[in-house]
């Protein structure tokens, strides 16, 4: 006769309880994880229209945001998939109590060297933003102070004489004609006197400038159209130009006529760039 069949060993209700209670912390980490990725994501565009509300002009991309949010939210979810696939082979273990003591922990270790390594590059990329906003800021100051007095400044990232040849190049290529070029740096060195490169371009269009003329008179007072290069203390370069709404407001001018003189700001930021 055989003898009495033993009992297949259960492992304890603690141990099911722990195993419940590791795998529920680790869904909190993936939970946190793709949260914190969510904002991360969200954080360039919060930027951005930041940057809009606060007419600042975009000069720093903020892509990278949205890399490191999706890379966090992928490894939230790849970190709740490891989880249930780790219970349940852990919970399948203990009912037949095959259950190692030791656990391994390559997976904690591996989750916390990746957000360690997000969150060094993650600095990095806001103290790069600091700094392009300070920048900004800076650039944004000058250039608000200029339009009080109607005039916009831009930035330019070539020397005067680049600029210049750029801008006229452009002003050919549309068929814009370029009344005059005044060389006020040139002319101050003739009798002896110095300063900083600065050229003054005189250009316009009868076809565009005659009807703000027949409009109101008085904007023949500062037509043709002119764009200021110059170089300024500090060695860097700015393109200068009356703005249309200040030519607006002081001539009177009418809506339907403002895209005539409103081009001097693209033709203004393409010679800049």
Same mark, same amino acid.
């Given at each position: 006769?055989?003898?009495?069949?033993?009992?297949?060993?259960?492992?304890?209700?603690?141990?099911?309880?722990?195993?419940?209670?590791?795998?529920?912390?680790?869904?909190?980490? $993936?939970? /946190? !994880?793709?949260?914190? =990725?969510?904002? @991360?994501?969200? +954080?360039?565009?919060?930027?951005?229209?930041?940057? *809009?509300?606060?007419?600042?002009?975009?000069?720093?991309?903020?892509?990278?945001?949205?890399?490191? $949010?999706? /890379? !966090?939210?992928?490894? =939230?979810?790849? @970190?709740?998939? +490891?989880?249930?696939?780790?219970?349940?082979?852990? *919970?399948?273990?203990?009912?037949?109590?095959?259950?190692?003591?030791?656990?391994?922990?390559?997976?904690?270790?591996?989750?916390?060297?990746?957000?360690?390594? @997000?969150?060094?590059?993650?600095?990095?990329?806001?103290?790069?933003?600091?700094?392009?906003?300070?920048?900004?800021?800076?650039?944004?100051?000058?250039?608000?102070?200029?339009?009080?007095?109607?005039?916009?400044?831009?930035?330019?990232?070539?020397?005067?004489?680049?600029?210049?040849?750029?801008?006229?190049?452009?002003?050919?290529?549309?068929?814009?004609?370029?009344?005059?070029?005044?060389?006020?740096?040139?002319?101050?060195?003739?009798?002896?006197?110095?300063?900083?490169?600065?050229?003054?371009?005189?250009?316009?269009?009868?076809?565009?400038?005659?009807?703000?003329?027949?409009?109101?008179?008085?904007?023949?007072?500062?037509?043709?159209?002119?764009?200021?290069?110059?170089?300024?203390?500090?060695?860097?370069?700015?393109?200068?130009?009356?703005?249309?709404?200040?030519?607006?407001?002081?001539?009177?001018?009418?809506?339907?006529?403002?895209?005539?003189?409103?081009?001097?700001?693209?033709?203004?930021?393409?010679?800049?760039?």
């Amino acid at each position: 006769m055989d003898g009495p069949t033993q009992p297949t060993p259960k492992a304890a209700l603690s141990d099911y309880l722990a195993a419940e209670r590791t795998m529920l912390a680790w869904i909190r980490t $993936g939970l /946190a !994880l793709m949260g914190f =990725g969510f904002v @991360v994501a969200r +954080f360039g565009l919060f930027l951005q229209e930041l940057q *809009v509300t606060e007419h600042t002009p975009s000069l720093q991309s903020y892509g990278l945001s949205l890399w490191f $949010g999706t /890379a !966090l939210i992928a490894v =939230g979810v790849a @970190v709740n998939i +490891f989880a249930g696939w780790q219970h349940a082979r852990l *919970v399948r273990e203990l009912d037949r109590c095959q259950s190692a003591l030791s656990r391994p922990a390559l997976p904690a270790v591996v989750v916390a060297f990746f957000l360690a390594l @997000v969150g060094i590059a993650m600095a990095i990329y806001l103290i790069s933003v600091h700094g392009s906003a300070n920048s900004n800021s800076q650039n944004t100051k000058e250039i608000s102070m200029a339009c009080d007095k109607g005039i916009i400044s831009k930035p330019s990232n070539h020397s005067v004489e680049e600029t210049v040849e750029k801008l006229k190049a452009i002003l050919q290529s549309k068929g814009v004609t370029v009344f005059a070029l005044v060389d006020h740096s040139g002319e101050a060195q003739k009798v002896g006197l110095k300063m900083p490169p600065t050229k003054l371009l005189i250009f316009g269009s009868p076809k565009a400038g005659t009807p703000l003329m027949l409009a109101a008179p008085s904007i023949a007072i500062d037509l043709p159209l002119k764009i200021l290069v110059a170089e300024d203390a500090q060695g860097k370069v700015w393109v200068s130009y009356n703005s249309s709404s200040y030519l607006e407001q002081r001539h009177g001018l009418p809506q339907d006529l403002l895209q005539n003189i409103a081009v001097v700001d693209a033709l203004a930021a393409k010679a800049a760039e």
